[in-house]
């Protein structure tokens, strides 16, 4: 018999956080099982239904998206917008009914007109420094909210006191590998949701993170969920 993800009660109850006014970087990712981290250049050529259900439970439990400009070019992010049956629960479990993207951006090189500016339910924050260029700032102003994290680089640290103090302690990041390297290297990862999906890719497709400085953090197994023959790992920051 095919094992199956447990009901969605019950799914949610495997996700939550004990303390959500404590900021918390939850990574999510997916990867194949000789490790690349993307399909002909995507991730979306590794998952399937069942990771969309796992997605849709993490996002559903977060106070806010946060993703790096690169991704969201190359996965074509949209607007985020809850369904009203996920907005309703998240009401009722005293959330805000949708959800803000937060966009890691150093050059700001992403268009005013792109959809995940004009077609968001809520309005995006975009995460850069003080040494951005100021004319791509200006634009961005227009249909986002323009966040310094540190004078020459956007540091990790700052980023997430910067969504804590909006009232956005919960963050899930969505990648890309780059600001999951960076997430790493300043050790600001508490938890990874990593789907496994039964492929194997070979070619040269990338690891979930990368970096210029390498890191070794250690990190403890939560659960592990299992539909078909794809797995779904819960892991958590070591507690020393």
């Known amino acids: 018999m095919r094992a199956q993800l447990p009901q969605r009660a019950q799914l949610i109850e495997r996700y939550r956080v004990p303390d959500r006014l404590k900021p918390r970087v939850r990574v999510n990712f997916i990867a194949s099982l000789d490790g690349a981290a993307t399909h002909e250049g995507l991730s979306g050529g590794l998952n399937n239904a069942d990771d969309k259900i796992v997605f849709d439970t993490l996002r559903l439990l977060t106070d806010v998206i946060l993703v790096g400009a690169g991704t969201v070019r190359a996965e074509g992010y949209g607007g985020i917008q809850m369904s009203p049956e996920d907005a309703a629960w998240r009401v009722a479990h005293g959330l805000s009914p949708q ?139 070591q507690q020393s």
């Open 99 to 237: 959800l803000p993207v937060a966009i890691v951006s150093g050059r700001l090189d992403l268009e005013p007109g792109h959809p995940v500016f004009t077609e968001a339910a809520t309005r995006p924050i975009v995460l850069t420094h003080a040494a951005a260029p100021a004319d791509r700032r200006v634009a961005l102003s227009a249909v986002a909210d323009v966040i310094d994290c540190g004078e020459h680089a956007i540091d990790p640290h700052l980023l997430v006191a910067a969504l804590a103090a909006r009232g956005l302690p919960q963050i899930l990041c969505e990648g890309g590998p780059h600001l999951f390297g960076d997430l790493v290297a300043a050790d600001r990862v508490d938890e990874l949701c990593l789907s496994l999906s039964p492929l194997l890719e070979g070619g040269g497709a990338g690891r979930i993170a990368v970096g210029a400085t390498g890191a070794t953090r250690a990190m403890e197994l939560l659960h592990v969920l299992r539909a078909g023959d794809m797995l779904f790992l819960r892991y958590a920051r």
